[in-house]
């Protein structure tokens, strides 16, 4: 499991809600924590996918990745409502092909049949925003993304997910795979 790894709690009623954040205004907030509970693999922590979106942090170790250093996305076939966007978090190098030696599932959940991969320098931000679609805050949520910092993003809903446009290219996942270097050959 990774540092974004979504944790269910034992006792805990909700697991998120929707607060105002002095840093990102209003978001969905999530309560969980690493280490208490279960881990939910697969699924992803909302609070801690914004900040490895955000702070250019691994989503398998969590510690940040140098801006001189390439980050990695792996990413399902149909993510985003552009073809380009990603929502799940950058990954050093090192991590993953790790990850993707030991065991895809660990990052990418089950969608490992249609993968592709981005490698690149820097990426753009976008907001993922949600609002419920009824009355009934539990039901399904209504989600739209927006450029980074858009005044329409507050007016439409809560922060949900930071998505990522990588500058780089997609390619399959079975191409980057195979084009790895053997393990323990790099530096
Ligand atoms: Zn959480
Ligand atoms: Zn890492």
Not at 2 to 15: S, V
Not at 79 to 92: F, I, K, N, S, Y
Not at 140 to 155: C, I, K, N, Q, Y
Request: proline share 8%; glycine share 10%.
């Amino acid at each position: 499991m990774g540092w974004t790894t979504l944790w269910e709690p034992r006792d805990a009623p909700g697991r998120s809600s929707v607060i105002r954040s002095p840093e990102e205004g209003m978001v969905l907030w999530c309560y969980c924590a690493t280490g208490t509970g279960t881990p939910l693999l697969g699924q992803v922590c909302p609070r801690r996918q914004r900040t490895a979106m955000a702070r250019r942090r691994c989503q398998l170790c969590g510690s940040s990745i140098d801006r001189d250093a390439k980050v990695v996305f792996i990413a399902g076939e149909s993510e985003g409502t552009a073809a380009q966007l990603v929502r799940e978090p950058p990954l050093h190098a090192a991590c993953a092909a790790y990850a993707a030696r030991v065991c895809p599932y660990l990052v990418v959940g089950s969608r490992a049949g249609a993968l592709r991969v981005a490698e690149a320098l820097s990426y753009q931000l976008f907001e993922e925003r949600v609002r419920p679609s009824g009355l009934d805050p539990q039901a399904d949520m209504l989600r739209e993304v927006f450029p980074l910092g858009s005044s329409a993003a507050p007016r439409f809903g809560a922060l949900e997910n930071l998505m990522a446009v990588p500058a780089g290219t997609w390619v399959p996942f079975a191409a980057w795979f195979t084009d790895l270097a053997p393990s323990g050959s790099q530096g």
